[in-house]
């Protein structure tokens, strides 16, 4: 507190720009490269990064937690190199995609062991254990065991220990997967809530998660970002090309190798099928639909010319 | 505070309860219930006369040049040597010059006497009675000592002729009623009681602790793997040399917990069987926290350094290795030479503690060099861990699709 009273006397307002930057950064795993000139640059609130598995997004999100060393290009955090690791481990919180602690840790325990590696002082690592337990509705769990929580409950001990150390960068890679969909909302409920003072990157390949909480997106894929901007350019970008048609179920097998579908509702002998296309598919009762983000991911994907097999069995 | 939780996390695992009990154990049934009532008083002590050694060492010398056969124990194991002719005559020339005999006078002995067989796995060997042999009046013990180093290299080192081992081989002679009493008077005066089974528990205990600290080290380093909790540490603030080194003297200081027990436990039975005014009961603190506690360490943190690289269990196969030829090396010998380098300091007896302080300087070097070498290598383990956690290795794989020893396309 002192020291940020001290920096606003010296050098007045807002100390450090709350954004991060990533200018032509590449990476490789031996001699595969996994991300190919990454460009972006990420300010406060939620930003989703989109893309299907294997995309590259988990190596993007371990290069911003100084996991992973980047081979060029360069990155800074709210105005600090990637490259000083230990400064940013202290500003950055980190949920993995696969996140695990020891099991037979206690719940407040596990908090409390992660806030002493954060250099949290005892008396203030207590309160915070005790606040983020509450707000991650965990409190009166505190006692059980890791092992002994849900799946839901364990990833809601994640975000808490990412939070633990109030970093100003948050890094969760892929948060829901494998959630029920109370869980789900829960947890998207609790990140937008605590992005409200911080840069939260979320990666996903879920696309309700990004539609549910964020503004600004980055898609990927093989290692590339191919689109960047608004939810609601995304969307615009699709417009014209998502289409609705009424087919007859037996012509479906023939339709999804054609199309890119991205939805079906069976209703008797017919299914209406939701088609991605470049112009109106020929076919009966077709009409051009309204683009939801899904229809507009697979777009964006299709017409990066990634091999996009929406449909196919 | 870290170290705190450290401790914790150790106290609850599985390794670290086995690791209590086995130490607990052996020692239970090797040192308590072998120490009950009086001390064991051996039937020979070491003179160090040099004439007593060098008759010893000509004896066993010419009993094995006549039958082509050396014992040897390069590394502990147990090796039978035979010579070509080359070394053999090289051998003979040293056997020649220390008796002051000739190649016909040696003979002649040979000849003079009966021979017997002995079996050696598939092989027999013929030896020959030969009695004593003299020792030249003209040799003195520093150039019979340059020999038997002559003879110990032509045998590729291991035999009983090392010059370092000479004094503890060849130099027992049976007691006298005056040895015994100037033994237990040894064990009174000098070592005040407890300076003496400070020395067999120490010998006991170090057994364990070559061993037994790599299973937890091991454990609890790889549990962040195993575990899948890697990330999740290395993304904390604190610095690796800050987070290595307090893991590292949680394990030091809790597997030396039970040593100290056992230390408690000893103590209690010393005043329970001696009087109380003839013991120096700080002896059986002080001399064993000196003898294994660095040993503790050096064993932890080659465990811990060893897992870091090797993101394996390869820690447990080499630390067996260490301990199992430092165990075999001192094996032929249970007392009086502790070199430079043990990793297992033996002393299996309440007694000998002059023969203890012939070894002194280097026992103290021994446990000095691995104190520091265990600081050393810890700062290297945390260097390692930045490596890691950054990124810049990621470990070397043995086995599995990322071996190092997979062909790569």
């Given at each position: 507190m002192v020291r940020e009273i001290f920096h606003v006397i010296l050098f007045g307002g807002d100390k450090m720009e709350k954004k991060i930057e990533i200018k032509n950064v590449s990476k490789f795993y031996g001699r595969k490269q996994a991300l190919f000139d990454i460009d972006l640059t990420i300010g406060q609130g939620m930003f989703g990064l989109l893309g299907r598995n294997g995309a590259g997004k988990t190596t993007l999100m371990k290069t911003l937690a100084a996991l992973h060393r980047k081979k060029g290009g360069e990155i800074t955090v709210c105005g600090?190199?990637?490259?000083?690791?230990?400064?940013?481990?202290?500003?950055?919180?980190?949920?993995?995609?696969?996140?695990?602690?020891?099991?037979?840790?206690?719940?407040?325990?596990?908090?409390?062991?992660?806030?002493?590696?954060?250099?949290?002082?005892?008396?203030?690592?207590?309160?915070?254990?005790?606040?983020?337990?509450?707000?991650?509705?965990?409190?009166?769990?505190?006692?059980?065991?890791?092992?002994?929580?849900?799946?839901?409950?364990?990833?809601?001990?994640?975000?808490?220990?990412?939070?633990?150390?109030?970093?100003?960068?948050?890094?969760?890679?892929?948060?829901?997967?494998?959630?029920?969909?109370?869980?789900?909302?829960?947890?998207?409920?609790?990140?937008?809530?605590?992005?409200?003072?911080?840069?939260?990157?979320?990666?996903?390949?879920?696309?309700?998660?990004?539609?549910?909480?964020?503004?600004?997106?980055?898609?990927?894929?093989?290692?590339?970002?191919?689109?960047?901007?608004?939810?609601?350019?995304?969307?615009?970008?699709?417009?014209?090309?998502?289409?609705?048609?009424?087919?007859?179920?037996?012509?479906?097998?023939?339709?999804?190798?054609?199309?890119?579908?991205?939805?079906?509702?069976?209703?008797?002998?017919?299914?209406?099928?939701?088609?991605?296309?470049?112009?109106?598919?020929?076919?009966?009762?077709?009409?051009?639909?309204?683009?939801?983000?899904?229809?507009?991911?697979?777009?964006?994907?299709?017409?990066?010319g990634c091999d996009v097999k929406g449909g196919e069995e | 505070m870290l170290f705190g939780k450290e401790c914790r996390r150790i106290l609850t695992s599985l390794t670290f309860i086995i690791y209590c009990f086995v130490v607990g154990l052996f020692f239970v049934s090797q040192y308590i219930e072998?120490?009950?009532?009086?001390?064991?008083?051996?039937?020979?002590?070491?003179?160090?006369?040099?004439?007593?050694?060098?008759?010893?060492?000509?004896?066993?010398?010419?009993?094995?040049?006549?039958?082509?056969?050396?014992?040897?124990?390069?590394?502990?194991?147990?090796?039978?040597?035979?010579?070509?002719?080359?070394?053999?005559?090289?051998?003979?020339?040293?056997?020649?010059?220390?008796?002051g005999l000739t190649h016909d006078e040696l003979m002649d002995i040979r000849d003079s006497g009966e021979h017997y067989y002995v079996e050696h796995g598939l092989q027999e060997t013929m030896y020959y009675e030969i009695g004593e042999l003299p020792v030249s009046d003209t040799i003195t013990y520093e150039r019979f000592c340059e020999l038997m180093g002559q003879v110990d290299d032509i045998l590729g080192g291991g035999s009983s002729y090392k010059v370092e081992d000479l004094v503890v081989t060849y130099s027992y002679v049976p007691m006298t009623e005056?040895?015994?009493?100037?033994?237990?008077?040894?064990?009174?005066?000098?070592?005040?009681?407890?300076?003496?089974?400070?020395?067999?528990?120490?010998?006991?205990?170090?057994?364990?602790?070559?061993?037994?600290?790599?299973?937890?080290?091991?454990?609890?380093?790889?549990?962040?793997?195993?575990?899948?909790?890697?990330?999740?540490?290395?993304?904390?603030?604190?610095?690796?040399?800050?987070?290595?080194?307090?893991?590292?003297?949680?394990?030091?200081?809790?597997?030396?917990?039970?040593?100290?027990?056992?230390?408690?436990?000893?103590?209690?039975?010393?005043?329970?069987?001696?009087?109380?005014?003839?013991?120096?009961?700080y002896r059986m603190f002080t001399l064993p926290t000196f003898w294994l506690l660095p040993q503790l360490m050096i064993v932890t943190a080659v465990a811990m350094i060893v897992t870091e690289v090797f993101s394996s269990g390869i820690a447990i196969l080499l630390q067996f290795a260490w301990w199992f030829s430092s165990i075999m090396?001192?094996?032929?010998?249970?007392?009086?030479?502790?070199?430079?380098?043990?990793?297992?300091?033996?002393?299996?007896?309440?007694?000998?503690?002059?023969?203890?302080?012939?070894?002194?300087?280097d026992f103290i070097f021994n446990r000095i060099f691995f104190f520091i070498a265990a600081i050393v290598i810890t700062a290297i383990t945390a260097y390692v861990y930045e490596l890691k956690r950054g990124g810049r290795f990621h470990g070397i794989r043995l086995f599995g699709k990322d071996s190092i020893f997979r062909h790569k396309a």
């Open positions: 600090v190199p990637i490259e000083k690791a230990k400064e940013i481990r202290a500003m950055t919180g980190y949920l993995p995609q696969d996140f695990s602690m020891y099991p037979s840790m206690k719940t407040d325990e596990a908090l409390d062991y992660l806030g002493a590696l954060s250099g949290i002082p005892k008396a203030e690592r207590k309160k915070r254990v005790t606040a983020l337990l509450r707000k991650v509705n965990l409190i009166e769990h505190r006692h059980k065991k890791v092992k002994e929580l849900s799946g839901g409950m364990k990833r809601r001990l994640g975000i808490a220990q990412a939070l633990i150390h109030d970093p100003t960068v948050l890094i969760v890679d892929e948060p829901t997967a494998g959630l029920d969909p109370e869980e789900r909302i829960r947890f998207r409920n609790l990140l937008c809530e605590v992005a409200e003072e911080r840069i939260v990157i979320l990666s996903t390949h879920i696309v309700g998660d990004i539609e549910a909480t964020c503004e600004n997106i980055a898609i990927m894929d093989e290692g590339k970002i191919l689109w960047k901007g608004t939810v609601e350019q995304l969307i615009e970008n699709a417009r014209g090309h998502i289409f609705t048609s009424n087919v007859e179920k037996r012509f479906m097998p023939q339709i999804k190798k054609e199309y890119i579908v991205t939805g079906m509702l069976s209703q008797n002998d017919y299914t209406t099928v939701r088609i991605v296309s470049d112009s109106e598919p020929d076919l009966p009762n077709t009409v051009l639909t309204e683009p939801d983000l899904e229809g507009a991911y697979m777009y964006c994907l299709h017409s990066s | 072998e120490n009950k009532g009086d001390p064991y008083i051996p039937d020979e002590k070491i003179s160090e006369d040099h004439d007593v050694i060098m008759n010893g060492a000509v004896g066993n010398l010419a009993n094995e040049y006549l039958a082509n056969n050396y014992i040897c124990y390069p590394y502990g194991f147990y090796k039978s040597v035979r010579l070509n002719e080359d070394d053999s005559q090289k051998v003979e020339e040293c056997l020649l010059e220390v008796t005056e040895d015994r009493e100037a033994v237990i008077s040894d064990l009174y005066e000098k070592d005040r009681v407890a300076g003496g089974y400070a020395r067999l528990f120490s010998d006991y205990v170090g057994i364990d602790l070559g061993i037994m600290p790599v299973f937890v080290a091991a454990a609890l380093v790889s549990a962040d793997r195993r575990k899948r909790v890697s990330d999740l540490i290395y993304t904390r603030k604190i610095s690796s040399l800050k987070l290595i080194f307090t893991r590292y003297a949680a394990l030091v200081t809790m597997m030396f917990i039970p040593v100290i027990l056992c230390m408690i436990a000893a103590a209690i039975q010393l005043i329970k069987y001696f009087d109380f005014n003839d013991l120096a009961l090396a001192s094996g032929a010998k249970l007392s009086g030479s502790i070199s430079k380098f043990d990793l297992v300091c033996r002393h299996n007896t309440v007694f000998g503690r002059d023969e203890f302080m012939l070894s002194r300087n």
